[in-house]
């Protein structure tokens, strides 16, 4: 077995165990998601699928924020209530234009960087941004976002090649099903 795929296969374990504590809405999981950016990073770069790369660094970063504000947040409901935001329609609107715009200049900005699949790794990365900026102020449809996040980098892991970690991103998939009704069943708005 190859570096690459211990470290792939390591993600693939870590990955499992983020998106679990995840839909319990544990605060350990921004602390493992640190250890699962960091190996998803270093595989990304590998490929040189430079977004996926660039969205595991800020993984990383958000995994810092999501703990402070989840901490904040588990102090006013309770730690063991699954604390949820309403979406503001403002959020909604400015994260599509940024969703059209970002998928647009990445894509233009990845080609110019060798990355020969920019039209799944484009809209794959920014979905991707929303979705864990979305997950920090715990919006519950973060999850839905996911899906069709995950679609994406699952098939950019096929056309690279990174099989172990095109399962954990099709393990992502039913999880973030699962969390969603999860979290509608069992969440409690602030």
């Not at 770069?45 to 810092?64: C, D, E, F, P, T």
Request: proline fraction near 2%; include cysteine; glycine fraction near 8%.
């Amino acid at each position: 077995m190859t570096l690459i795929e211990t470290i792939e296969i390591f993600a693939l374990v870590t990955g499992v165990a983020y998106v679990v504590l995840e839909i319990l809405q544990k605060n350990a999981m921004w602390v493992v998601g640190i250890l699962t950016g960091a190996a998803c990073a270093y595989s990304f770069a590998v490929q040189r699928s430079w977004g996926m790369m660039g969205l595991n660094i800020y993984y990383i970063v958000m995994s810092v924020i999501g703990l402070i504000q989840w901490r904040k947040d588990g102090a006013a409901v309770g730690e063991d209530v699954i604390h949820l935001r309403p979406l503001p329609k403002k959020t909604a609107i400015w994260s599509a234009v940024g969703f059209v715009l970002g998928s647009l200049v990445l894509i233009w900005v990845f080609r110019a960087l060798g990355d020969g699949v920019s039209e799944l790794d484009a809209p794959a990365t920014v979905l991707s941004v929303i979705a864990t900026w979305w997950l920090t102020r715990s919006y519950i449809q973060q999850w839905m976002l996911w899906v069709v996040a995950d679609a994406l980098t699952s098939m950019l892991c096929v056309v690279n090649g990174q099989y172990w970690m095109a399962f954990l991103y099709l393990a992502y998939i039913a999880s973030a099903v699962y969390g969603y009704y999860h979290w509608k069943k069992k969440g409690v708005e602030l």
